[in-house]
């Protein structure tokens, strides 16, 4: 199955940043919306950090509101997550998700540390 592909992940300091990118699996204007989720480690659950839909609507949890920004580039397929002010509780594995008419595909993840 075609999945999207995270990046830009690592190691980083508190108060840090890092860029992660998502390429779409597609043409990212058949995507309904594209979610960034978290799973920190030895956690069952993933956590929903940022979404951004077709249309350019945001939104953000609000353990990351005005540190991360979600943005996207229609020319290259790709999702951005800027994350700011790193701290160590975003230590986790970040996954991409792409929602196309109901159905989710999942990318492999790429692991951010948040050194203290």
């Known amino acids: 199955q075609v999945q999207p592909v995270e990046s830009g992940g690592g190691l980083v300091q508190a108060g840090g940043s890092l860029r992660l990118s998502c390429a779409a699996s597609?043409?990212?204007?058949?995507?309904?919306?594209m979610d960034w989720y978290c799973q920190a480690h030895g956690s069952q659950r993933r956590e929903l950090v940022a979404r951004i839909t077709a249309n350019g609507s945001t939104m953000y949890s609000d353990s990351v509101k005005g540190r991360f920004t979600i943005s996207r580039d229609n020319a290259k397929n790709t999702v951005y997550l800027q994350m700011n002010n790193l701290k160590p509780e975003d230590t986790a594995v970040y996954y991409c998700?792409?929602?196309?008419?109901?159905?989710?595909?999942w990318g492999q993840g790429t692991l951010v540390t948040v050194s203290s």
């Open positions: 597609g043409s990212i204007f058949s995507i309904n919306f």
């Open positions: 998700r792409e929602v196309i008419d109901g159905r989710q595909v």
